[in-house]
């Protein structure tokens, strides 16, 4: 059995439906739906949900860990929420809000504008800092891998766009002769 998959899911803080396949989770953040694998069965009791699964075949081993972690993330996301916290390293780098997008200054001749998606808040509570938050933790992380994508940490000075627990492994450069 999968260590993942037989695991319950408490669902006291959320509400949730199921029809033919489909699966709508409603938090007090938002609603999510999934669609379940016609193969896995969802049995829900009292405050707990369980993934079950039909046979032990190698497909339905590995649908069963993934469809319970995929409803566990989404349960937690409309209850608690995501979020991933940016940091811009680097002498002139700098973010700001205006209005919903983001203004980033990175060293371009040019200024970047990035717009989120509706679903995705943005801060920054400090001009070297973005936070990004949300309900859904696939497009969070979405969201934080394409800011970062706009200047990558490079390995030298460590200047760039990294994750605020990313640790960036320098290296050495040239010596003077």
């Known amino acids: 059995m999968s260590r993942v998959g037989k695991q319950p899911i408490n669902i006291k803080d959320v509400q949730v439906s199921k029809s033919n ?40 081993k590995s649908l069963h860990g993934l469809t319970r972690a995929l409803i566990q993330n989404i349960v937690i996301g409309v209850s608690e929420g995501y979020s991933k916290t940016l940091d811009i390293v680097g002498v002139g780098y700098r ?62 000075k460590g200047k760039g766009i990294k994750y605020s627990d990313e640790t960036i492994i320098r290296k050495a450069g040239k010596t003077a002769g």
């Open 21 to 60: 396949g489909n699966l709508k989770i409603k938090g007090k953040l938002g609603e999510m739906q999934l669609d379940v694998h016609p193969k896995m069965k969802i049995d829900i009791q009292d405050q707990e949900l369980s993934v079950l699964r039909p046979d032990d075949s190698k497909e339905s």
């Open 95 to 156: 973010a700001e809000l205006k209005g919903k997008n983001l203004f980033i200054n990175i060293g371009y001749s040019h200024p970047i504008y990035f717009v989120p998606p509706d679903t995705i808040t943005l801060e920054v509570p400090t001009p070297t800092q973005i936070k990004i938050s949300g309900f859904d933790k696939e497009l969070v992380g979405l969201v934080a891998a394409k800011i970062r994508s706009f200047r990558k940490p490079e390995p030298y």
